[in-house]
């Protein structure tokens, strides 16, 4: 029973961490649609290219909650694909926590933000360049259309049936909008809470600590998981010398929060979400093995 409490506890605070930066993404968006539908696009297209820069800066705050409202704001396209993948490559969430309590040197965790910021900045603009080339070659738009309003309909909120469109309007559909997105985080949460201590975090500890390579790979793959236990235990591991720093960007790297558990939920392209998601893999892992085959350290 005391499991089965640790679990539950860990997954609500987990979920309700997310719900200020949730709620107040989903009112912005939905000022957006009510109040400046007609501007919007113009908006984007003249803050896209600034975008990538200010997501790799603004992922570093340890917050998970900013890689959950990316995921939100390109499902409506209100940023770019380099935009959202620089924040979930500087994602931090348990890292610096872990760190300070630790007493590790303010210095070096300094040098590790900033190299995971360095990364997702020069990733996303280097998405984004090839997205646009990729579009002149083919004669598409640059950037794809607003559709903030498609959330409302995915999420069965019936925005558009409420005759207020003033702010107790817009927070109603924003708060509709959070609660869903709440539930299907806490639930998935639950889930993958009682995988990991099935699995054991032993095992998953002895596993990064095999062959350099595989390590990498190994540390990727928990990366992905929705859940702070993986960068917990990659951190630790880091911090007890048991693996190089390589290894351990290549987890916190890919390790997005849980923006890409959002992300599934709220975008309905399942291909493009998955190829998000691999995308963000071999950026991680290979920018770890780079570290490592450089000689970094710190």
Same mark, same amino acid.
């Given at each position: 029973m005391e499991l089965i409490f640790d679990i539950v506890l860990d997954a609500v605070i987990d979920s309700?961490?997310?719900? #200020?930066?949730?709620f107040i993404t989903y009112l912005i968006m939905e000022y957006l649609e009510h109040k400046t539908?007609?501007?919007?696009a113009d908006i984007v297209q003249k803050t896209e290219h600034f975008g990538p820069?200010?997501?790799?800066?603004?992922?570093?705050v340890p917050q998970c909650g900013f890689s959950a409202a990316a995921s939100n704001l390109y499902a409506?396209?209100?940023?770019?694909?380099?935009?959202?993948?620089?924040?979930?490559l500087s994602t931090s969430d348990e890292m610096i926590p872990l760190?300070?309590?630790e007493h590790f040197p303010v210095g070096t965790m300094i040098k590790i933000l900033i190299i995971k910021a360095l990364i997702g900045i020069i990733a996303g603009f280097?998405?984004?360049f090839a997205v646009h080339a990729y579009h002149r070659a083919?004669?598409?738009a640059d950037e794809d259309p607003v559709r903030i309003n498609e959330l409302c309909e995915k999420e069965h909120c019936h925005c558009d049936d409420d005759d207020d469109h003033g702010l107790v309007g817009i927070a109603k559909s924003a708060l509709v909008h959070t609660l869903h997105i709440f539930l299907f985080v806490l639930v998935l949460t639950l889930i993958l809470g009682a995988l990991i201590e099935v699995i054991g975090q032993d095992r998953l500890s002895?596993?990064?600590?095999?062959? #350099?390579?595989?390590?990498?790979?190994?540390?990727g793959i928990l990366g992905l998981i929705p859940n702070c236990a993986p960068s917990v235990i990659i951190t630790t591991l880091y911090l007890d010398g048991m693996i190089t720093l390589g290894t351990m960007m290549s987890g916190l790297l890919v390790g997005a929060g849980i923006g890409l558990l959002v992300l599934f939920r709220v975008n309905p392209e399942k291909k493009a979400n998955i190829n998000v998601a691999i995308l963000l893999f071999i950026i991680g892992t290979l920018s770890g093995l780079l570290i490592d085959v450089l000689g970094i350290t710190l």
């Amino acid at each position: 029973m005391e499991l089965i409490f640790d679990i539950v506890l860990d997954a609500v605070i987990d979920s309700v961490k997310i719900l #200020p930066f949730l709620f107040i993404t989903y009112l912005i968006m939905e000022y957006l649609e009510h109040k400046t539908q007609e501007y919007t696009a113009d908006i984007v297209q003249k803050t896209e290219h600034f975008g990538p820069l200010l997501g790799g800066l603004f992922g570093v705050v340890p917050q998970c909650g900013f890689s959950a409202a990316a995921s939100n704001l390109y499902a409506g396209r209100v940023i770019t694909l380099g935009t959202l993948i620089a924040i979930y490559l500087s994602t931090s969430d348990e890292m610096i926590p872990l760190l300070i309590s630790e007493h590790f040197p303010v210095g070096t965790m300094i040098k590790i933000l900033i190299i995971k910021a360095l990364i997702g900045i020069i990733a996303g603009f280097a998405i984004d360049f090839a997205v646009h080339a990729y579009h002149r070659a083919h004669n598409k738009a640059d950037e794809d259309p607003v559709r903030i309003n498609e959330l409302c309909e995915k999420e069965h909120c019936h925005c558009d049936d409420d005759d207020d469109h003033g702010l107790v309007g817009i927070a109603k559909s924003a708060l509709v909008h959070t609660l869903h997105i709440f539930l299907f985080v806490l639930v998935l949460t639950l889930i993958l809470g009682a995988l990991i201590e099935v699995i054991g975090q032993d095992r998953l500890s002895q596993l990064l600590q095999t062959n #350099p390579v595989i390590s990498h790979i190994l540390a990727g793959i928990l990366g992905l998981i929705p859940n702070c236990a993986p960068s917990v235990i990659i951190t630790t591991l880091y911090l007890d010398g048991m693996i190089t720093l390589g290894t351990m960007m290549s987890g916190l790297l890919v390790g997005a929060g849980i923006g890409l558990l959002v992300l599934f939920r709220v975008n309905p392209e399942k291909k493009a979400n998955i190829n998000v998601a691999i995308l963000l893999f071999i950026i991680g892992t290979l920018s770890g093995l780079l570290i490592d085959v450089l000689g970094i350290t710190l």
